[in-house]
């Protein structure tokens, strides 16, 4: 069985395919047989104007088509979207959704912060954690951040907060959000044994390459904070020349390990695990359930 997700974000749109193979026992196994990333860059104009530009809805357009050739093309069987916090907010979105449906055949749903959350925990990852302890999942996107907390093997709370990469580099983001969030890992995760972070999103899959760590390995906070302070010195420029970074990274990575620092510092962890999943990857779980249950009934 072949499965797709489309996940339009602030900083850029996705499209994962995956082969799903069912044992006769035991758990499913995902493949992945591609993922392109477009950097559509939504974010940087919808939380300064309110609205997405000619320019831009063209470009999302022109993206969906692509990913319907290659949806074409891979024979892909079940397919899932979403569209998260620039598309939530932009005053002209319904009007842009029905040209993407009208030009491109594919429907993409926007889905609120919770649902983000939601989806983003529906990884499963915590199936492959220690039940006896306790994970702190901080996904960081262009618009917002998704915190789930969990304890035991169980779901504790889950939030998404308008803390974002792109929504730093332009200051609309003010002190009280911070609390907010601030708050919510005080309230949720107090009295809870030691806390481990969990780390998605294109900045940490980044730090963590550039870390050299094994596949499986934690990074620590110190480490984190040793690369903020070096890029946070560094030209964009300059960390694209030393780093090898793409430009519309450069600019974000910065941001984003502010919000993992401040997170993790919160919360008390001192380390933080990247499995290299994210959104796209729970959409697919999530869609995999739903054909399951449907072909059950």
Request: aromatic share 8%; net charge neutral.
């Given at each position: 069985?072949k499965?797709?997700?489309i996940?339009i974000g602030?900083?850029a749109?996705r499209?994962l395919?995956?082969?799903v193979?069912e044992?006769?026992?035991?758990?499913?196994?995902f493949v992945?047989?591609?993922?392109?990333r477009?950097?559509?860059?939504?974010?940087?104009e919808?939380?300064?104007?309110?609205f997405?530009s000619e320019?831009?809805a063209?470009?999302l357009i022109?993206?969906?088509?692509?990913y319907?050739?290659l949806?074409?093309?891979?024979?892909?069987n079940?397919?899932?979207?979403?569209?998260?916090s620039?598309m939530?907010e932009?005053?002209?979105?319904?009007?842009?959704?029905?040209?993407?449906?009208?030009e491109?055949g594919?429907?993409?749903?926007?889905?609120?912060g919770?649902?983000?959350?939601?989806?983003?925990?529906?990884?499963?990852v915590?199936?492959?954690?220690?039940?006896?302890?306790?994970?702190?999942?901080i996904?960081?996107?262009?618009?917002?951040?998704?915190l789930?907390?969990?304890s035991?093997?169980?779901?504790?709370?889950?939030?998404?907060f308008?803390?974002?990469?792109?929504?730093?580099?332009?200051n609309q983001?003010?002190?009280?959000?911070?609390?907010?969030?601030?708050?919510?890992?005080?309230d949720?995760t107090s009295g809870?044994?030691?806390i481990?972070?969990?780390?998605?999103g294109?900045?940490?899959?980044?730090?963590f390459?550039?870390?050299?760590?094994?596949?499986?390995?934690?990074?620590?906070?110190?480490?984190l904070?040793?690369y903020?302070k070096?890029?946070?010195?560094?030209?964009v420029?300059?960390?694209?020349?030393?780093?090898?970074l793409?430009?519309d990274?450069?600019?974000?990575?910065?941001?984003?390990l502010?919000?993992?620092?401040?997170?993790?510092?919160?919360?008390?962890?001192?380390?933080?695990f990247?499995?290299?999943?994210?959104?796209a990857?729970?959409?697919i779980?999530?869609?995999?359930d739903?054909v399951?249950n449907?072909?059950?009934?």
């Open positions: 069985m499965l797709a997700a996940d602030s900083n749109a499209l395919i995956q082969e193979t044992a006769s026992k035991g758990a499913p196994e992945k047989l591609s993922l392109v477009v950097p559509l860059r939504l974010g940087f919808v939380f300064e104007t309110g997405i320019v831009k063209s470009m022109k993206t969906i088509q692509s319907k050739l949806l074409d093309v891979y024979n892909v079940h397919l899932i979207t979403a569209a998260t620039a939530r932009a005053s002209n979105a319904p009007e842009i959704l029905e040209r993407v449906e009208r491109s594919i429907r993409l749903k926007v889905i609120t919770e649902e983000e959350a939601f989806y983003i925990y529906e990884n499963h915590a199936e492959n954690l220690n039940n006896l302890e306790s994970y702190l999942y996904d960081v996107g262009g618009g917002s951040t998704e789930s907390f969990f035991d093997g169980k779901l504790i709370n889950k939030r998404s308008n803390i974002g990469t792109i929504r730093l580099l332009k983001v003010d002190e009280k959000t911070w609390n907010e969030m601030r708050n919510f890992i005080a949720y809870y044994h030691h481990t972070a969990i780390g998605s294109g900045n940490i899959n980044k730090i390459s550039l870390s050299k760590r094994k596949e499986g390995k934690p990074l620590n906070i110190e480490q904070r040793d903020y070096e890029f946070s010195n560094l030209s420029t300059q960390r694209i020349t030393l780093y090898k793409r430009e990274r450069a600019d974000v990575i910065v941001p984003a502010l919000i993992y620092l401040n997170v993790m510092r919160w919360a008390g962890a001192d380390e933080i990247v499995p290299r999943i994210g959104l990857d729970g959409l779980h999530r869609l995999y739903e399951k449907l072909h059950a009934t």
